[in-house]
């Protein structure tokens, strides 16, 4: 069980570049997500998933797209980079939405827009 | 959404207890409250989780008073490996898993 696998792990893009963040899961998780963590900052929910076909807005998806195609991936679309998206993107699934169900993080990606 | 108020940053020593206190004063009747840990450089990482009362795992306990307003995270016997940053959530569903600041534990020898 690999669990949650993102790639790439680093990534330096230019203002205008577009690009994909990729995010997989092998638990059969229902539910992911997609955040962000500013330095010295908490995770801020971008945009999840709960599950094939359906996603939603979190509470920062401006500038990004998901989709879910399938139940194990869930790639994070930047369609125009901006510098104000350097970050560190981690991705989560859990079985559920239920509040006992318990979120598993994938490492990270760290991203810097120039 | 139940907005959770913890300390900036703690400091400890190795071999001692550290209490972390979080208050959730909205907390809602089907909130659960639940701690995550994160290193440097990596995703958070489930610690404990309770409803009410004390629950205690091989990592933390977890006190919650009756009235559920706060709760105290408890990592005994500390070592150089828990520093990190811990999060306190309430709430339940991706909407409502708000990841505040946290706070940053470091351990000294």
């Known amino acids: 069980n690999a669990g949650v696998t993102q790639t790439p792990k680093f990534q330096v893009l230019k203002t205008g570049q577009s690009m994909t963040l990729q995010c997989a899961q092998d638990?059969?998780?229902?539910?992911m997500s997609w955040y962000r963590q500013d330095p010295g900052m908490g995770l801020r929910l971008i945009h999840y998933s709960v599950g094939a076909g359906i996603t939603d807005q979190g509470e920062v998806p401006n500038g990004y797209n998901v989709s879910r195609s399938t139940t194990e991936d869930f790639p994070l679309r930047l369609l125009s980079a901006a510098p104000s998206q350097t970050s560190v993107y981690f991705c989560a699934s859990s079985r559920s939405l239920a509040s006992t169900d318990t979120q598993y993080f994938g490492p990270g990606t760290r991203l810097t827009v120039l | 959404l139940a907005k959770t108020t913890q300390p900036i940053s703690m400091d400890s020593y190795e071999g001692q207890e550290v209490n972390i206190t979080c208050s959730h004063n909205?907390?809602?009747?089907?909130?659960?409250i639940t701690w995550y840990q994160q290193f440097p450089s990596q995703g958070p990482r489930f610690i404990i989780q309770?409803?009410?009362t004390k629950v205690t795992n091989e990592v933390a306990s977890l006190f919650i008073p009756a009235d559920r307003k706060s709760s105290t995270l408890s990592l005994p016997r500390v070592s150089l490996s828990d520093t990190a940053v811990y999060y306190c959530l309430v709430g339940g569903g991706f909407q409502k898993l708000v990841f505040g600041t946290g706070t940053r534990l470091l351990v000294s020898p």
């Open positions: 309770g409803y009410k």
């Open positions: 638990m059969n998780h229902e539910y």
């Open positions: 909205n907390i809602a009747t089907n909130d659960y």
